[in-house]
């Protein structure tokens, strides 16, 4: 196929679906007049009382974090756009350390417990505030506290001396704002290094993009992105990858509707290159909103086919709308049933695939610094249904691989029951199955940083991406 010209992203009429909303850009031109909304100071109550609404959404209403701002963002349509930007740094900020910010509550706002939910809430916010490096003063004053309150927020640095009188696992626990059976379990994975993950899960991740080679390259779309005013890196890992480094609405860029790109996770675009995926059959076992089917296609220079498969076909909706933007033509959509129904609808693809992807639901604890509410809903009850199901559907999926080709399994999980033990439980029951090292997909040097026993193995602390987790298997040829 031929790429497209790269003209002024202007000319291209693309247009792709709403993802997840990073704040919209003011114009550089606008930003240097000191009377733009850009510059003007944040009208705190109006940000106090939106940070109210939508922390309140997820902590005493159970609702998702994304959905509970995209609610409350969209309803105060009177908030200047670094305002929305406020409201939002502030409520993921408070989710990144909520554990830790009750703690040093309890200790220090007397009669907290006793507190009405929205007192509780601006003290939460408070704290949080101080942690994240704000001046106490400044925080009193503009969430309108008394002055009083000033003195002990200075104090929180050594009131988180407190924490060493705690056990490991709970010291842990608080600090890393994390359920005690999950410290636990990182602890024992990873020893001391689990306080390193902590710290790396509750800062806030850097927007990395995928670029669609089928449109340009890497160097094409950086200069792109740099004449719409977005300033780019090169990825260290990922040799599809950039970092947008300049704060704005991605999704508004002309470059993003022409399908020059999308938003994808460093980790999760190795992932995609263990696949390896040739111009033939392939299938993405559970495609989801299709980021890597798309970069499967782009691999395959559209040509071949893949199967995506998911239970979720809102989800394969949007995936149809992504792939006419990113110019891919040669991705199959089918919506299969969640339970045993799935294998009988599968049948007639038995034996049929050179590659099958089982990018398998999980805990998600690999990515909890963007989705820093999910930790609060994981319990060890749910990870073991995470667990069953994750052995049912890579069981399932297996049978569509052909003999010599390769089953790759992958989750954004940083626990090895869903890792490690997963693929162990599947080899003990499959010998016609081997286990294979990633390094052939990932090149001598990029494995010896991401592979531990041969498969990839991301942190955040140690890779500056989410936790990912893959493993290659190769069917024996008959």
């Not at 003290?123 to 003195?151: C, H, K, N």
């Not at 991301?458 to 040829?477: E, S």
Request: proline fraction near 5%.
């Amino acid at each position: 196929m031929k790429k497209r010209a790269l003209g002024p992203p202007s000319e291209r009429k693309d247009r792709g679906p709403r993802r997840e909303k990073p704040e919209k850009r003011e114009k550089p031109k606008r930003d240097k007049d000191p009377n733009s909304l850009s510059n003007r100071a944040l009208r705190e109550d109006l940000v106090m009382l939106a940070c109210l609404e939508a922390y309140g959404a997820v902590r005493h209403d159970g609702r998702l974090a994304d959905r509970a701002l995209d609610f409350t963002l969209r309803r105060e349509k009177h908030l200047y756009s670094q305002e929305r930007r406020a409201v939002a740094e502030r409520v993921y900020a408070l989710l990144r350390k909520q554990r830790l910010v009750d703690f040093l509550a309890e200790l220090k706002v007397k009669g907290f417990e006793a507190l009405v939910s929205s007192r509780k809430d601006i003290y939460r916010f408070a704290i949080s505030r101080v942690l994240e490096g704000e001046d106490p003063s400044a925080v009193v004053q503009t969430q309108a506290m008394p002055g009083t309150d000033a003195t002990w927020l200075k104090a929180l640095p050594h009131a988180l001396t407190k924490l060493v009188e705690l056990s490991e696992v709970e010291h842990f626990a608080i600090e890393a704002s994390i359920p005690d059976f999950l410290a636990k379990k990182l602890l024992a994975e990873l020893g001391a290094e689990a306080h390193e993950v902590g710290q790396a899960m509750n800062k806030r991740g850097p927007l990395c993009a995928r670029v669609n080679p089928l449109k340009g390259t890497r160097e094409e779309v950086a200069k792109l992105l740099q004449a719409e005013g977005v300033k780019v890196s090169f990825t260290l890992l990922s040799p599809f990858g950039l970092i947008l480094e300049t704060r704005t609405n991605v999704y508004a860029l002309e470059t993003f509707k022409a399908g020059y790109f999308e938003v994808q996770d460093e980790g999760s675009q190795l992932l995609g290159m263990l696949v390896d995926a040739p111009p033939r059959k392939v299938i993405d076992a559970c495609a989801g909103a299709g980021g890597k089917a798309l970069q499967l296609a782009a691999q395959m220079k559209n040509r071949g086919e893949i199967y995506a498969l998911d239970v979720d076909e809102r989800r394969l909706e949007d995936l149809k709308q992504r792939a006419r933007r990113a110019g891919v033509h040669n991705v199959r959509i089918q919506v299969i049933a969640q339970g045993p129904e799935a294998d009988e609808q599968l049948v007639k693809l038995h034996g049929q695939a050179e590659r099958v992807l089982v990018d398998a639901p999980c805990s998600g604890s690999g990515t909890y610094r963007r989705k820093p509410d999910a930790r609060y809903r994981l319990t060890e009850a749910l990870l073991a249904e995470h667990v069953e199901k994750q052995r049912t559907l890579i069981d399932r999926f297996s049978k569509l691989v052909k003999p010599g080709g390769r089953l790759i399994y992958g989750t954004c999980s940083l626990l090895r029951e869903e890792n490690e033990g997963v693929i162990e439980h599947f080899l003990a029951s499959h010998p016609d199955f081997q286990l294979t090292p990633a390094t052939p997909w990932l090149g001598e040097a990029l494995a010896a940083q991401t592979t531990r026993d041969g498969m990839l193995r991301l942190y955040p602390h140690r890779h500056d991406t989410d936790g990912f987790f893959g493993a290659v298997l190769v069917k024996k040829a008959k």
